[in-house]
């Protein structure tokens, strides 16, 4: 068995400290990106958040396969408008032709920290482009952390397809989902984001599939105090009527 002189022994003991010490100095690096400055995806996926207003947006995840586009090549911009709160991304998420589809994921968290405020509505807009005759690009969505509705998990798409040079009546550029619908609720204060992101251009030369910018947007309402003493007079209840019971 060859022995390792002393300088190895300490190059092997130094290397794992000075790596250690590198992913530190990275995660206390982290920054909080305000409204209207841009960033990159992968710099979200390494630590950094984004603040706009009363929402925080942490914990992005990211996995492509095929024709979409690195993490470092997506850039992402919070804005504030009024009592809503968006996020843009913008990237070349596409498929090609040949070589079969291309599919993305794309995951976040977002906490509202203003605990009078909850978000009633999500909305979900892009900018789709499809050419050839059977082409399709679509985002659908989900959320986890959020309790059944009546009709089960509420979800929400925009897609644009064509099949055999005949547009889909499915096709749409913008969907949402609103908690009073879906769940009877005025909002919540926290929840996550869930994508799915999928491109296929077929294999005609010319054909094309891929949507460039979208948005997602957070509606926010501020519970009316009657709301608030209502929902505070039935907790009450339902504690009186436990200790009854009990």
């Given at each position: 068995?060859?022995?390792?002189?002393?300088?190895?022994?300490?190059?092997?003991?130094?290397?794992?400290?000075?790596?250690?010490?590198?992913?530190?100095?990275?995660?206390?690096?982290?920054?909080?990106?305000?409204?209207?400055?841009?960033?990159?995806?992968?710099?979200?996926?390494?630590?950094?958040?984004?603040?706009?207003?009363?929402?925080?947006?942490?914990?992005?995840?990211?996995?492509?396969?095929?024709?979409?586009?690195?993490?470092?090549?997506?850039?992402?911009?919070?804005?504030?408008?009024?009592?809503?709160?968006?996020?843009?991304?913008?990237?070349?998420?596409?498929?090609?032709?040949?070589?079969?589809?291309?599919?993305?994921?794309?995951?976040?968290?977002?906490?509202?920290?203003?605990?009078?405020?909850?978000?009633?509505?999500?909305?979900?807009?892009?900018?789709?482009?499809?050419?050839?005759?059977?082409?399709?690009?679509?985002?659908?969505?989900?959320?986890?952390?959020?309790?059944?509705?009546?009709?089960?998990?509420?979800?929400?798409?925009?897609?644009?397809?064509?099949?055999?040079?005949?547009?889909?009546?499915?096709?749409?550029?913008?969907?949402?989902?609103?908690?009073?619908?879906?769940?009877?609720?005025?909002?919540?204060?926290?929840?996550?984001?869930?994508?799915?992101?999928?491109?296929?251009?077929?294999?005609?030369?010319?054909?094309?599939?891929?949507?460039?910018?979208?948005?997602?947007?957070?509606?926010?309402?501020?519970?009316e105090p009657a709301t608030l003493m209502l929902g505070g007079m039935s907790a009450l209840a339902v504690v009186a009527v436990s200790r009854r019971r009990g």
């Amino acid at each position: 068995m060859r022995r390792l002189d002393s300088r190895t022994v300490k190059l092997f003991v130094a290397l794992p400290l000075l790596a250690a010490l590198v992913a530190a100095s990275q995660r206390s690096q982290a920054a909080i990106i305000p409204a209207g400055q841009s960033v990159t995806l992968a710099n979200l996926i390494a630590g950094d958040t984004i603040v706009v207003g009363d929402k925080v947006f942490s914990g992005f995840s990211y996995a492509s396969t095929g024709d979409m586009p690195a993490a470092g090549s997506v850039s992402v911009v919070g804005t504030l408008l009024g009592n809503s709160v968006s996020l843009q991304f913008s990237g070349a998420f596409r498929d090609v032709p040949g070589g079969g589809v291309s599919d993305a994921g794309l995951g976040f968290h977002v906490q509202v920290t203003d605990p009078a405020r909850v978000i009633s509505q999500v909305n979900l807009a892009g900018t789709l482009t499809t050419i050839g005759n059977d082409a399709e690009v679509h985002i659908d969505e989900g959320f986890s952390g959020l309790p059944p509705g009546p009709l089960g998990f509420p979800d929400m798409y925009i897609q644009r397809q064509i099949v055999g040079g005949v547009l889909s009546p499915f096709n749409q550029s913008e969907d949402s989902v609103n908690f009073q619908n879906t769940h009877g609720v005025l909002g919540f204060q926290s929840f996550r984001v869930l994508k799915n992101i999928f491109a296929d251009a077929g294999d005609a030369t010319f054909n094309a599939a891929r949507v460039t910018t979208f948005t997602q947007t957070f509606d926010q309402e501020i519970p009316e105090p009657a709301t608030l003493m209502l929902g505070g007079m039935s907790a009450l209840a339902v504690v009186a009527v436990s200790r009854r019971r009990g």
